[in-house]
Each structure stands twice: as C-alpha cells, then as structure tokens.
C-alpha cells in the first residue's frame, strides 16, 4: 500500500519531472515583482510620534533627530493635520511640561501640554486616532520614569501617579493610552480605572517588552527626560532576553492590555516574531530615535540612500510581524507609497 509523502504535492512534481527551478522569472520587472510581493507596506500600518510643548507658535527642531520638532499645541494641529492628510490613521503624544517636581504630577494635569493637545485634535482634525503615551519620566526633575525613594523607583505609587495620567488622557478624548514606564501592574491598574471612569472605550497599547536599549539618546533630548542620576535597567529588560519578554506580553495582556508593543525595533525584530507567533495579537514596534538618527546622519553623509534605506528598514518590521509600526518617518514614508 503506498503512503503519502509529507513533502508538498509541488516539490514531488518537481523531483519527478526534474524541472530547472527559476526563481528569476518572477524578479524580472517591477510589475512582476509587486504581483508577489509578501510583505507590503501601507500608511494604515504608521503612527506618528509628536512633541507637545507649552506657549503658542512654537516650533523648535530637535538637535539630534532632523526633521523632528518640539511643537506647541496649534502646530501639533498643523502637523497632525498634515499627516492625516498623508494618509496617516493616528498620531503618538509626548509631552514636555512648563515646570517638574519629583512626582512627576503634571502628567495627569488637564490643563497639561497633551491633554490640550488631545482636546484641540478631536476638535480640529476629526477622525484622527490619538494615542499618548503614558510614563513620568517627562514630568518628573529627576527625569526618572517613577517616584523614586532615594535612587529606588517605589512600583506601587508609581503606578496610581500613571493610572492618574492616563484617566486624565481619557477623559480629554484620547483613543488609546499607551503605558510605557514598565512598573509591574501598571496595564491591570490603567484598565481598572478607566473602566471604573466610564471610559471602558478606550484602548491601551502596552509597551510590554521595552528593552534598556542605547538607542533612546536623541528622544531624551526631544523630551527632556534624561534621569538625573543611575539608569533604567531596574525596570527596563535586558536586551539579552527573549523569553522574559514573552513572559511580560502574556502579564500584559491578562491584566487587559489590547496592543503590545516592542521597544525598539530593528536590533529586537526576533522578539517583535516571537511576540507575533506566541500570541497572534496586534502586535507594536516602535522604530525609536536612534535608530531613526543612524539613517539620517548616514544620509547626510552620503553613505546610504536614504528614501530606500527608509523602506528596506520599515518593510523589515513589518516583515518581522509588526501590524504597527511607530516611526519618526511616518510623513515621509506616506508621501513615499503614495
């Protein structure tokens, strides 16, 4: 009695007739090569960070990071508008406060930097997705992203000041609050109080596997949130570290986080797969500043071509698994594919 071979009903065809493979045949012209393309990029697929700062007209770029500006609420409409425009479905805020005090308070301020930034989105550029990131290393002096006794981040209090920080984005309209401190606990506890709110609409994008990464230098600058004293290895993973991440996605999402992402991207695209693969859910990465700064200053030196670098490293994030992906070129890379 014959058994059926395990190998596909294509490759058995192939051993038997002996034909030449070609695989050049489906290279050979453009149209060809879109026809098979596997992984396709589309504006659908970005967010766009932005810099929201206090004062009116303001506009300052962001040393390290070309292109990328600190900009006052009526510019973030400009900006926001523009990229909506560009096809864009959503905007990333960060925010930089008049003034700073250890517990990081103004983060949950109403009348802080991003809640009027939320507020003048919904009302100026309708249908636009707004996220806003959620930490207190923006609000705090010591620029550490909780409260901190001595050189310790103390969790638990942290996490009420970030629950505080995200209610107060709710309830100025935002979409989804994105929690991006890493305390433990910090997604149950945001859920718990927007559900409690009335806000139970609202969505929270995890930054569930966010790596103590050498490649957030220029954001720091662009939000002003370099900690005064020690590093965040306390609670930010080991870039050595794929299992424990898996570990950090599955707490995230039991505790009701409904996106995950991975922070950053390009040296972590093994973990955004694994992340993908474990769970099959939407699944983040955020291409971070450093990783944006390398390309621009590589092609401002005339070592890459920049619009196909651009491409090559966005479509490799996608192709990793990411359904989102956060990017300083978000602008550029929909005028590019439009």
Same mark, same amino acid.
């Given at each position: 009695?014959?058994?059926?071979?395990?190998?596909?009903?294509?490759?058995?065809?192939?051993?038997?007739?002996? $034909?030449? !493979?070609?695989?050049?045949?489906?290279? *050979?012209?453009?149209?060809?090569?879109?026809?098979?393309?596997?992984?396709?990029?589309?504006?659908?697929?970005?967010?766009?960070?932005?810099?929201?700062? #206090?004062?009116?007209?303001?506009?300052?770029?962001?040393?390290?990071? #070309?292109?990328?500006?600190?900009?006052?609420?009526? +510019?973030?409409?400009? +900006? %926001?508008?523009?990229?909506?425009?560009?096809?864009?479905?959503?905007?990333?805020?960060?925010?930089?406060?008049?003034?700073?005090?250890?517990? &990081?308070?103004?983060?949950?301020?109403?009348?802080?930097?991003?809640?009027?930034?939320?507020?003048?989105?919904?009302?100026?550029?309708?249908?636009?997705?707004?996220?806003?990131?959620?930490?207190?290393?923006?609000?705090?002096?010591?620029?550490?992203? &909780?409260?901190?006794?001595?050189?310790?981040?103390?969790?638990?209090?942290?996490?009420?000041?970030?629950?505080?920080?995200?209610?107060?984005?709710?309830?100025?309209? %935002?979409?989804?609050?994105? #929690?991006?401190? =890493?305390?433990?606990?910090?997604?149950?506890?945001?859920?718990?109080? $927007?559900?409690?709110?009335?806000? @139970?609409?609202?969505?929270?994008?995890?930054?569930?596997?966010?790596?103590?990464?050498?490649?957030?230098?220029?954001?720091?600058?662009?939000?002003?949130?370099?900690?005064?004293?020690?590093?965040? *290895?306390?609670?930010?993973?080991?870039?050595?570290?794929?299992?424990?991440?898996? *570990?950090?996605?599955?707490?995230?999402?039991?505790?009701?986080?409904?996106?995950?992402?991975?922070?950053?991207?390009?040296?972590?695209?093994?973990?955004?797969?694994?992340?993908? !693969?474990?769970?099959?859910?939407?699944?983040?990465?955020?291409?971070?500043?450093? +990783?944006?700064?390398?390309?621009?200053? %590589?092609?401002?030196?005339?070592?890459?071509?920049?619009?196909?670098? =651009?491409?090559?490293? $966005?479509? @490799?994030?996608?192709?990793?698994?990411?359904?989102?992906?956060?990017?300083?070129?978000?602008?550029?890379?929909?005028?590019? $594919?439009?």
């Amino acid at each position: 009695m014959a058994t059926k071979t395990s190998e596909p009903h294509v490759r058995t065809s192939r051993a038997i007739l002996d $034909l030449p !493979q070609r695989p050049r045949r489906l290279r *050979r012209s453009a149209a060809m090569r879109a026809l098979v393309r596997e992984t396709r990029l589309s504006p659908d697929n970005f967010l766009y960070p932005l810099f929201v700062i #206090p004062g009116e007209g303001e506009r300052r770029e962001v040393g390290s990071m #070309p292109g990328v500006y600190q900009r006052s609420v009526d +510019e973030i409409v400009k +900006e %926001a508008a523009a990229a909506k425009s560009d096809g864009l479905p959503g905007v990333l805020l960060f925010g930089l406060p008049e003034s700073k005090d250890p517990a &990081g308070t103004g983060a949950s301020d109403p009348e802080g930097p991003v809640q009027m930034a939320i507020r003048a989105l919904k009302r100026e550029v309708p249908g636009l997705l707004v996220v806003t990131d959620v930490c207190l290393c923006e609000y705090t002096s010591h620029g550490h992203c &909780g409260i901190v006794d001595g050189e310790e981040i103390v969790n638990d209090s942290t996490v009420e000041e970030l629950a505080r920080a995200a209610l107060s984005h709710a309830a100025a309209g %935002a979409d989804i609050v994105a #929690p991006s401190d =890493m305390m433990d606990g910090r997604v149950g506890r945001i859920r718990e109080r $927007l559900d409690e709110a009335g806000f @139970s609409q609202v969505a929270i994008m995890a930054y569930a596997a966010k790596y103590c990464s050498a490649f957030y230098g220029p954001f720091r600058e662009a939000a002003d949130s370099a900690p005064a004293f020690g590093d965040r *290895r306390s609670h930010q993973m080991d870039p050595a570290n794929v299992e424990e991440a898996l *570990r950090e996605v599955a707490l995230d999402l039991d505790e009701g986080a409904d996106i995950v992402m991975v922070k950053p991207a390009i040296t972590y695209l093994d973990v955004i797969s694994r992340v993908k !693969q474990e769970f099959g859910v939407p699944t983040a990465a955020y291409h971070v500043s450093g +990783e944006y700064a390398m390309l621009k200053a %590589a092609a401002r030196n005339g070592w890459i071509d920049e619009p196909r670098a =651009m491409m090559e490293t $966005l479509t @490799s994030i996608r192709r990793a698994g990411a359904d989102i992906v956060i990017t300083y070129y978000a602008r550029e890379v929909a005028r590019a $594919l439009a």
